[in-house]
């Protein structure tokens, strides 16, 4: 057989095998999909988790409302979990919900969870959560023991909340207390410029996709949250819109819908908006499933008269799911060059640090303390017989007397010049230095 017949066989057999490959192992899609997005995902998680984020900026998308825009339920139906809900700020602390999708035969059914915080100068609190029921009672105790009990926000403290199921999406959100503009009873006077500033420190960074949560019912241009959100990216570059209550709109509010999303109004967002109907107080109070409710709102949007008109991909908690996975895959990528130039820089200066700190405490620090001491002893006696002297932080590293001299030179050179007759009456004792 020709060299060519054998390469042309060759290819022939490569292609209908790895085409065979494709239509025998679907899960194979799926797998590659993981092997590109998750890794990127588990990477900022964890130098998120070992404190990076203090002196890193990292990527992240970061969810923005106003109070009873919907917020909560858009978590909640990407997460599957139960999140505190009432009247009033609701969430009063930062909580980055770290969703993880468990893949493979045994995957479907199996769910864990993990709640951790850290208060001032304390140890981590780590919980384990059996099932998404326990999620909602852990959420608020870890919110009473940062913010305290009442009912005001805290500034600097989160709450990390992992979830691993086959029902959620590869993602990781920040979720902010809502926009508040009056105080209500038991809550701080300023409590609406402490949630403005927590909300512009986390949305101002460039690494930051914002997740803005607005209301279908309302005017979206005037919304407090989008004018946060084009306060810090004015050309809509890293802000997607999510519109919520979509089946509590009317007549004239659903062509508006429709043009905000087709990109016809006022707002303008390049990274588009999308539209969502999520599970009602009722729904929730008894219990429907997620993927019930999830089927539910894709026949609302494929059967509404107005609705129907958009396209699939901007309707909808999985394809809003989809999408900002994808987004906040692209934007880890495109981060990555600059974000190891910052963790490089923040590892010189924190070994500087640490360096100009000395060595670290032994386990027997008496003997440490009394070593110190001798050392100390040892280097005053030095010092006052004109041997080396703190050569360590001295730039030139020379003598201590040597340095003395050199001064006491300079300044009888001085005297020479302003009164050349006061060196006469100069003892001996100085002159002996000069």
């Given at each position: 057989m020709s060299d060519s017949r054998?390469?042309?066989?060759?290819?022939?057999?490569?292609?209908?095998?790895?085409?065979?490959?494709?239509?025998?192992?679907?899960?194979?899609?799926?797998?590659?999909?993981?092997?590109?997005?998750?890794?990127?995902?588990?990477?900022?998680?964890?130098?998120?988790?070992?404190?990076?984020?203090?002196?890193?900026?990292?990527?992240?998308?970061?969810?923005?409302?106003?109070?009873?825009?919907?917020?909560?339920?858009?978590?909640?139906?990407?997460?599957?979990?139960?999140?505190?809900?009432?009247?009033?700020?609701?969430?009063?602390?930062?909580?980055?919900?770290?969703?993880?999708?468990?893949?493979?035969?045994?995957?479907?059914?199996?769910?864990?969870?993990?709640?951790?915080?850290?208060?001032?100068?304390?140890?981590?609190?780590?919980?384990n959560l059996a099932n998404a029921e326990e999620v909602e009672e852990a959420v608020r105790e870890a919110q009473n023991a940062l913010a305290g009990k009442g009912k005001g926000i805290s500034k600097d403290s989160k709450i990390e909340l992992e979830v691993f199921s086959s029902n959620v999406p590869d993602l990781t959100l920040i979720d902010l207390p809502g926009i508040t503009r009056v105080a209500a009873q038991g809550q701080p006077h300023n409590i609406g410029e402490q949630v403005k500033r927590l909300i512009k420190k986390h949305i101002g960074e460039e690494e930051t996709i914002i997740l803005c949560v607005i209301p279908c019912t309302s005017d979206i241009a005037t919304t407090e949250a989008l004018q946060f959100a084009q306060e810090v990216d004015p050309e809509g570059d890293r802000t997607l819109g999510v519109l919520t209550r979509a089946d509590q709109t009317g007549p004239g509010e659903e062509n508006n819908v429709i043009d905000i999303v087709q990109q016809r109004g006022d707002v303008q967002l390049k990274l588009g908006c999308t539209v969502v109907k999520c599970r009602s107080q009722k729904d929730v109070e008894e219990r429907m499933p997620l993927e019930e409710a999830l089927d539910i709102e894709e026949n609302f949007f494929r059967q509404h008269k107005v609705f129907q008109k958009l396209e699939p991909s901007t309707t909808g908690?999985?394809?809003?799911?989809?999408?900002?996975?994808?987004?906040?895959?692209?934007?880890?990528?495109?981060?990555?060059?600059?974000?190891?130039?910052?963790?490089?820089?923040?590892?010189?200066?924190?070994?500087?640090?640490?360096?100009?700190?000395?060595?670290?405490?032994?386990?027997?620090?008496?003997?440490?303390?009394?070593?110190?001491?001798?050392?100390?002893?040892?280097?005053?006696?030095?010092?006052?017989?004109?041997?080396?002297?703190?050569?360590?932080?001295?730039?030139?590293?020379?003598?201590?007397?040597?340095?003395?001299?050199?001064?006491?030179?300079?300044?009888?050179?001085?005297?020479?010049?302003?009164?050349?007759?006061?060196?006469?009456?100069?003892?001996?004792?100085?002159?002996?230095?000069?």
């Open positions: 054998k390469r042309k066989r060759a290819v022939k057999t490569t292609t209908s095998s790895s085409s065979s490959k494709s239509k025998s192992s679907p899960s194979s899609l799926a797998e590659a999909y993981d092997q590109s997005v998750r890794p990127y995902i588990d990477l900022v998680d964890s130098l998120r988790s070992s404190g990076v984020d203090k002196d890193v900026s990292l990527p992240s998308v970061v969810v923005i409302g106003d109070q009873s825009t919907g917020k909560s339920s858009v978590l909640e139906a990407m997460s599957g979990v139960q999140l505190p809900r009432g009247t009033g700020i609701v969430t009063r602390c930062a909580l980055e919900l770290r969703l993880k999708k468990l893949r493979g035969r045994d995957a479907g059914g199996q769910w864990k969870g993990q709640l951790r915080y850290v208060k001032p100068g304390e140890e981590p609190v780590i919980k908690i999985r394809q809003l799911a989809l999408k900002l996975t994808r987004q906040l895959v692209s934007h880890i990528q495109a981060c990555l060059p600059n974000l190891l130039k910052d963790v490089e820089r923040a590892l010189i200066d924190t070994t500087g640090k640490l360096k100009k700190l000395g060595s670290p405490l032994p386990k027997d620090k008496q003997r440490y303390l009394t070593e110190a001491l001798l050392k100390f002893s040892k280097t005053l006696t030095a010092a006052s017989r004109g041997d080396s002297f703190l050569q360590e932080i001295n730039d030139h590293g020379h003598l201590f007397m040597k340095n003395v001299r050199s001064c006491f030179g300079k300044f009888a050179n001085s005297i020479k010049l302003l009164c050349p007759g006061m060196l006469r009456n100069v003892t001996t004792c100085t002159l002996q230095y000069i």
